[in-house]
């Protein structure tokens, strides 16, 4: 069994959509939950960082954990074209600069 | 402030040569770390450097090698070259205690 897995996709959404990504993790000792977004060519950047269950939200963007059910979610609110990406979860034990495990990422196409 | 610099962008090598990529951290970030994303994948932790020694380590072989310098730069080495070592190779810069990873965008190796 993968430590996280992320339905690869793609989504393709019109523009103005919510649209919700999701990722299950296999171990609990995994405390420390994050989205990346990769535009095409260009290196993972940071959007959500969270280590508790529940809902943090920035702009457009809110990140859920679901420790009991080991189940991680991000929602993009009133979604634009600009926002068309490869989304990447991923989790690690420890903060700091601990190791991340990476989902495979879910390629997002939003239309205009 | 310049984020992460690697170089080169894109190489080609042939089965069985050596390749040296190079990694220029964040100003002010002391540790690097090195992940390999295949097409289509999330990224792979392959090693991470602080106080200019290998402080982690993915399931890698021996044929991936790395060096930090004192300016915190870094080097991933690859010995051997397979062809499935073609892959997007990322640095990741970050402080010890902190909790956010900067990442270049990334050399491109192309095994042939």
């Known amino acids: 069994q993968k430590e996280v897995e992320q339905d690869p996709g793609p989504l393709s959404v019109p523009e103005g959509a919510i649209v919700s990504l999701n990722c299950t993790y296999s171990n609990s000792a995994f405390q420390y939950f994050m989205w990346y977004r990769q535009y095409s060519r260009k290196g993972p950047e940071l959007l959500m960082y969270t280590y508790s269950s529940g809902n943090k939200e920035d702009g457009r963007f809110t990140a859920q954990v679901d420790k009991s059910s080991k189940y991680i979610s991000l929602f993009i609110r009133d979604s634009q074209p600009s926002d068309s990406a490869t989304y990447l979860c991923a989790i690690r034990r420890q903060g700091g600069s601990e190791k991340l495990v990476f989902g495979k990422g879910t390629k997002l196409t939003v239309n205009p | 402030d310049a984020g992460v610099t690697q170089s080169p962008t894109h190489l080609i090598k042939t089965r069985g040569q050596q390749v040296t990529l190079r990694c220029s951290p964040k100003?002010?970030?002391?540790?690097v770390s090195w992940y390999q994303q295949a097409l289509g994948q999330g990224p792979q932790f392959i090693f991470q450097y602080y106080e200019e020694e290998e402080r982690q380590r993915g399931n890698f072989p021996d044929r991936f090698s790395g060096h930090q310098f004192p300016n915190y730069s870094s080097e991933l080495n690859v010995n051997a070259l397979l062809l499935g070592d073609s892959a997007l190779y990322l640095c990741a810069s970050s402080l010890p205690g902190g909790d956010g990873y900067t990442f270049g965008s990334g050399t491109r190796l192309t095994v042939v």
């Open positions: 100003s002010g970030h002391d540790t």
